[in-house]
């Protein structure tokens, strides 16, 4: 990374000019969907500006975007921007770190992910949902959000840490709460790092908060390790020199996995339950194929294969509302895109909500229509025309765990019940880390 703010080149594509001091953080922050998606439109494939921090580069075309990705993504990281976004939470863990720490804690934690392992999750999946449905009653009201990220974080702690964490549901819920909503903050966002804003002071009481769940997790299983999850496996392994991780390295990673791992896949179901609220012959054609396929019992993994709806609502949900709506990557030396050379040091960005709702990749973008999930139309579809777990080697570790959660939850839930949305309600989002709900999402859930 440059030691230095970069300066944004003469020969710069067109793009905003941006407020004094500010250049377009206030805008995005104000309007971040509406801005990223009109920047698009206004000045096409690249456009770039200058902010605080230095320029940034949005890209808006799929080539580009895999160049970045995938084709170039050895010189590229994940940069200041977002590690000044995320560290305070995460510390190093993958989401964050770069090179051979990155590398070698990956591979530690990748066997959680392998195929068999996620078929071992299926029925941790179901029987979890099908515990937290035991407590739902007809006409009852609840935030969806809230329900489906408790659900989640208990599948989660259960699946890959071996552990159930009802007694910290709450406490970890609130800080990760806390965190995502202060990460909005401009002066958070602007001012150096050594201001202590009070946005950093939730963030910090957050981190304390959370701090005292994790080391209590990894004291557990310090005490009884297994050979299955990933906190043993972690206190377990010796780098190079012969010395295990230090507590504060394996808390990193247990962080990253418990805000990673139900966070997406959390707020996937939660919009996905909007979108059939109010589109009624998609929720009338879901259930029909879960009456044929199901007969009436839990969903397994074998299921999956002929609930091919089920898994078009879960694509075109995670296409129209990506849970994660944008990713930031920084160059380490220049590199040469749609013809302007993107100096190092530089912001680039790519979002997953303006691609996914271009309309020369989907007709009727903005439109709520599994159907479309065609072979054919897959087919054509330039190669990261969707990308909703990101690409290359920096590809969300935990897709197919994600995947398979969403389909299996979607499908318990849906067997027994009909979430209606309260009157009134209209969807607002967050464009942070994650595409969160500003407000909560009140439905009433009615027996079939």
Known sequence: MASETPSLPDDRPPGPDGLPLVGNQLTFLRE???????????YGDIAAWKDPGGPVYQLNHPDYIEQVLVQHNEQYVKGEQFQHILRPITGNGILNSEGAIWRRNRHLIQ??????????????????????????????????????????????ARALFGTDIDDYVDRIGDALETFMAATENLGHLVLPPS???????????????????????IEQRRANPTDRDVISKLLDVTDEAGETLSTEQIRDEVVTLLLA?????????????YLLATNPTAETRLVDELED????????????????????????SMRLYP???????????????????????????????????DPRWYDDPLAFQPERWTDEMEADLPKLAYFPFAAGPRRCIGDRFAMLEAQLLLAT????????????IDLDLRATITARPKHEIPMTVRER
Do not use: C, N
Request: aromatic share 8%; no cysteine; net charge negative.
């Open 293 to 316: 396929v199901l007969e009436g019992e839990v969903p397994t993994m074998a299921d999956l294969e002929g609930l091919t709806y089920t898994e078009k609502v879960v694509k075109e």
């Open 195 to 217: 201001v202590p804003t009070p946005a950093r002071l939730q963030i910090r009481r957050a981190r304390e908060q959370l701090d005292e769940v994790v080391y209590h997790l």
């Open 261 to 273: 791992g139900h966070e997406t896949t959390a707020l996937a179901l939660t919009l996905t339950f």
């Open 111 to 156: 066997p959680a992910f392998h195929p068999e392992r996620i078929q071992e999750y299926a029925t941790m999946m179901t029987d979890a949902t099908e515990s937290a449905l035991e407590d739902w009653q007809d006409g009852q009201m609840f935030d969806i959000h809230e329900e489906m990220m408790e659900l989640t974080l208990r599948i989660v």
């Open 413 to 424: 839930i849906y067997q027994q019940y009909h979430l209606e949305l309260v009157p009134g």
């Open 323 to 357: 849970p994660v709506p944008g990713i930031v990557r920084e160059p380490t030396k220049p590199d040469v895109i749609g013809g302007y050379t993107i100096p190092p040091g530089a912001t680039v960005r790519m979002h997953q909500w303006v691609v996914h709702r």
């Open 32 to 42: 971040p969907y509406q801005s990223m998606t009109r920047i698009a439109r206004e």
